[in-house]
């Protein structure tokens, strides 16, 4: 299984922004996904998580609320939509992912349980 992240750019603070992690093998409705992040001097962190069905979702306190993680098992796809972008948003962002043993309805927030990742892509809001 291979994973390449697309869509990242640079926005000013306020705007809009969708990236997507095309998912290339077989299983990809077995996968529980997430995306992370990581800023320079700063370890990579939980972002957002998905199930392999879809219908369980968890984010981090400082994107609740803000970002909506979403995916299309019929296109491989996961996407990451961010609205209301922050300066601190600034990050390389990755997305990851799982074969899901615990369920259609498992996710998980723990970067260790992720054995998938894609390249990064890089997305900066300036102020």
Known sequence: VQLQASGGGLVQ???????SCAVYGSGFSTYAM???????GKDRE?????????SDT???DSVKGRFTISRDNAMNTVYLQMNSLKPEDTAVYYC???RSYGGSYYYSSSIYEYDHWGQGTQVTVSS
Request: charged content about 5%; overall charge positive; cysteine-free.
């Open 96 to 98: 990851a992912g799982f």
């Open 34 to 40: 997430g995306w992370f992040r990581q800023a320079p």
């Open 58 to 60: 968890s984010y981090s």
């Open 13 to 19: 603070a306020g705007a809009s922004l969708r990236v």
């Open 46 to 54: 939980f972002v957002a998580a998905i199930s392999s069905s879809g």
